[in-house]
């Protein structure tokens, strides 16, 4: 992969996980004061529908072939399960447990997760072998964790 591109998605991937806290704390927000953490958490996955259906609307992507949607993976259909969770648990977690509290152990387990996923080539995904160097950095962000969010 070129450099720039590279730094494109790496800026890109920032951005997004810049934007997790910001979502926590705007559900936990908008759950306590409409005083209904389920309906706050309808609302953001609503957004999130109507934002990509925008998007689709304005880009005009070609629709893929009927064979395309047959050939998935039955498990790839509930990739959206997990959003609606981390929507429910953000709107729900966040007022009692702080935003902080709720990213930092989203953090550790999306990159604990991440990594098995890699090792193991889990979900389709390709295979990149986990290595002590890595391993070392887990630990010690698992520990950073726990004396930073958990008192």
């Known amino acids: 992969m070129a450099v720039n591109s590279m730094a494109f998605y790496a800026a890109w991937a920032a951005v997004a996980g810049a934007l997790i806290p910001v979502m926590a704390a705007l559900q936990g927000t908008l759950g306590r004061t409409i ?4 309906h706050a ?5 609503g957004m999130a529908f109507l934002t990509v259906g925008l998007l689709v609307a304005a880009f005009r992507p070609a629709i ?3 064979n395309l949607f047959a050939s ?3 498990l790839a259909w509930v ?3 997990a959003m609606a969770f981390y929507a429910l648990s953000a709107t729900f977690v966040t007022p009692n447990f702080g935003v902080g509290n709720f990213v930092m152990c989203v953090v550790v387990a999306q990159l604990v997760m991440s990594t098995l996923i890699d090792q193991f080539g889990l979900f389709g995904a390709p295979v990149f ?4 160097k890595r391993a ?5 962000l698992g520990g ?3 004396l930073v969010a958990l008192k």
Do not use: Y
Not at 41 to 45: D, E, G, H, T
């Open 144 to 146: 950073g964790a726990a």
């Open 79 to 81: 990739g959206g399960l």
């Open 136 to 140: 070392a950095g887990l630990a010690l």
């Open 64 to 66: 893929p072939a009927a």
């Open 41 to 45: 958490s309808l609302i953001a996955v």
């Open 35 to 38: 005083q209904s953490p389920l």
């Open 72 to 74: 998935v993976p039955p």
């Open 129 to 132: 072998p986990v290595d002590l």
